[in-house]
């Protein structure tokens, strides 16, 4: 059974810092690549960061440069590290694995920028 599961989520005023943390079980973490989404109220979800397998990273121009996505294989999690956060970033942050066309999704976190 393949579970993905996100933690660290809260309420953080602008500017503030958070990181999220996403632990994997039940696949070989290591050949995935692993992706962070977010959905805010009424909006459809979004690509915020990816890592590859071989440790490639991109990221949407709205949080270059503020955000950073990181896997450690071994301990199975991938990380985002957001940093500089404003209020239009609050959002149900959501991490996914994939491989060969099949998609694995958490149940998500709840990231609240406000002051």
């Known amino acids: 059974q393949v579970t993905l599961v996100e933690s660290g989520g809260g309420l953080v005023q602008p500017g503030g810092s958070l990181r999220l943390s996403c632990a994997a079980s039940g696949i070989i973490f290591s050949v995935y690549t692993m992706s962070w989404y977010r959905q805010a109220p009424g909006k459809q979800r979004e690509l915020v960061a990816v890592?590859?397998?071989?440790?490639?990273?991109d990221y949407a121009d709205s949080v270059k440069g503020r955000f950073t996505i990181s896997r450690d294989n071994p301990k199975n999690t991938v990380d985002l590290q957001m940093n500089n956060l404003k209020p239009e970033d609050t959002a149900v942050y959501y991490c996914?694995?994939?491989?060969?066309?099949?998609?694995?999704w958490g149940q998500g976190t709840q990231v609240t920028v406000s002051s």
């Open positions: 996914k694995g994939r491989r060969g066309g099949i998609d694995y």
């Open positions: 890592i590859t397998s071989g440790g490639i990273t």
